[in-house]
Antibody
Framework: EEHLVESGGGLVQPGGSLRLSCAAS????????MDWVRQAPGKGLEWVGR??????????EYAASVKGRFTISRDDSKNSLYLQMNSLKIEDTAVYYC??????????WGQGTMVTVSS | ETVLTQTPATLSVSLGERATLSCRAS??????LAWYQQKPGQAPRLVFY???TRATDFPARFRGSGSGTEFTLTITSLQPEDSAVYYC??????????FGQGTKLEIK
């Protein structure tokens, strides 16, 4: 069975850092573009960033709201995706989802991991 | 940025009836629009891509239509399990995807 499992969320103070992981099982993560999407409590969905697969030069793209603070990486040998979050702000508080991106639509979602930025 | 506006914000429809959800884009996204269903405490699920191509696991009573700037998600013969928040999302303009604010569908 194919699925994604995020981990690494938690409580962090403003200005702090956190690294999220997303482990894929049942399929090769390297075959897909992979996106991060977040959802603040009680709010809608916000695209965070994307890594394209090796066929497309591993290009990485970010939303303006996180560019320069967040870094997406992948380790295909571990079949995993990562989101390094630095200089965290209160408004980064959200559930973070990793998602496969096939031809534009976001097909397979993980269960999400909660990040709370608070003093 | 391409803004997606969903109407109505909340929709309450009787069991067995039809629900019509709308999504309007601030500029043409051609047919590069997806719909997602999200139930409380769960991750979103892809319902449609390409505006009208139904994803697996969703029955034929779910129908997606539209192109350009106007899109519709129609659900006929509403069932209790259809109660959810539905989001539209454009993927015509890369790299930044945008989502609508969501429509909450309640079954009476």
């Amino acid at each position: 069975e194919e699925h994604l499992v995020e981990s690494g969320g938690g409580l962090v103070q403003p200005g702090g850092s956190l690294r999220l992981s997303c482990a894929a099982s049942g399929f090769n993560l390297s075959d897909h573009y992979m996106d991060w999407v977040r959802q603040a409590p009680g709010k809608g969905l916000e695209w965070v960033g994307r890594t394209r697969n090796r066929t497309n030069s591993d290009l990485i793209e970010y939303a303006a709201s996180v560019k320069g603070r967040f870094t997406i990486s992948r380790d295909d040998s571990k079949n995993s995706l990562y989101l390094q979050m630095n200089s965290l702000k209160i408004e980064d508080t959200a559930v973070y989802y990793c998602v496969t991106n096939d031809y534009g639509a976001l097909e397979m979602w993980g269960q999400g991991t909660m990040v709370t930025v608070s003093s | 940025e391409t803004v997606l506006t969903q109407t109505p914000a909340t929709l309450s429809v009787s069991l067995g009836e039809r629900a019509t959800l709308s999504c309007r884009a601030s500029r043409s996204v051609r047919s590069n629009l997806a719909w997602y269903q999200q139930k409380p405490g769960q991750a979103p699920r892809l319902v449609f891509y390409g505006a009208g191509t139904r994803a697996t696991d969703f029955p034929a009573r779910f129908r997606g239509s539209g192109s350009g700037t106007e899109f519709t998600l129609t659900i006929t013969s509403l069932q209790p399990e259809d109660s959810a928040v539905y989001y539209c999302q454009q993927y015509d303009y890369w790299p930044t995807y945008t989502f609508g604010q969501g429509t909450k569908l309640e079954i009476k």
